[in-house]
């Protein structure tokens, strides 16, 4: 009887654990959003040229998304805006870019997320400049119902430039996240 105890206690511990991974994988929410062109502006930029290079640039910047079109969370809640803060360091606009995120739900409620990646830059012919930025974040908290969310997401932007310019003729982005809620 003894040995019929002793073989059961790290069978019961065994399954209590897989059964806690099984829920709390049940309990993250999937989820895609895009910005779309129209709806993506950079709202300040600084660029100090390092003269180490020609071309090598640390910069700072701000750049908001709109999400009209959002569609609902796992909580029925919509993106209505972001407002990413970052920093890069990139020679010819290739290179490294980090920094924070701040995503506002249509309820009031904000979501904050760190956030890094690089850039790269291709040229066309006509000397219009296509950036493209690939990167992945990771959920760090928020305020109301999000104060103990946690996330990864992972992005896809995509800004022109005007011919020759450091002027942004048009900025979108795709976005996927997996998020859940510390207990």
């Not at 993106?79 to 980090?98: A, P, Q």
């Not at 992005?155 to 510390?182: C, I, M, N, Q």
Request: aromatic content about 10%; charged content about 20%; glycine content about 10%.
């Amino acid at each position: 009887m003894k040995n019929l105890v002793i073989g059961t206690v790290p069978f019961v511990l065994l399954a209590s654990v897989l059964t806690a991974t099984a829920a709390s994988a049940e309990d993250r929410c999937k989820l895609s959003w895009e910005a779309a062109a129209g709806n993506s502006k950079y709202t300040q930029q600084l660029n100090i040229d390092v003269r180490d290079m020609p071309g090598h640039i640390i910069g700072v910047f701000e750049l908001h998304h709109s999400y009209p079109d959002a569609k609902a969370n796992c909580e029925g809640y919509k993106f209505t805006e972001s407002w990413h803060h970052g920093i890069r360091d990139v020679v010819d606009r290739n290179g490294r870019v980090w920094g924070h995120v701040v995503y506002t739900l249509d309820n009031g409620d904000k979501i904050f997320a760190e956030i890094s990646g690089t850039v790269q830059t291709e040229v066309g012919a006509d000397s219009t400049a296509r950036t493209t930025y690939d990167g992945a974040g990771t959920w760090t908290g928020g305020t109301g119902r999000y104060a103990s969310v946690r996330g990864i997401q992972r992005e896809h932007l995509t800004v022109e430039y005007a011919p020759g310019s450091t002027e942004v003729r048009a900025s979108s982005g795709k976005f996927d996240a997996e998020y859940w809620f510390e207990k």
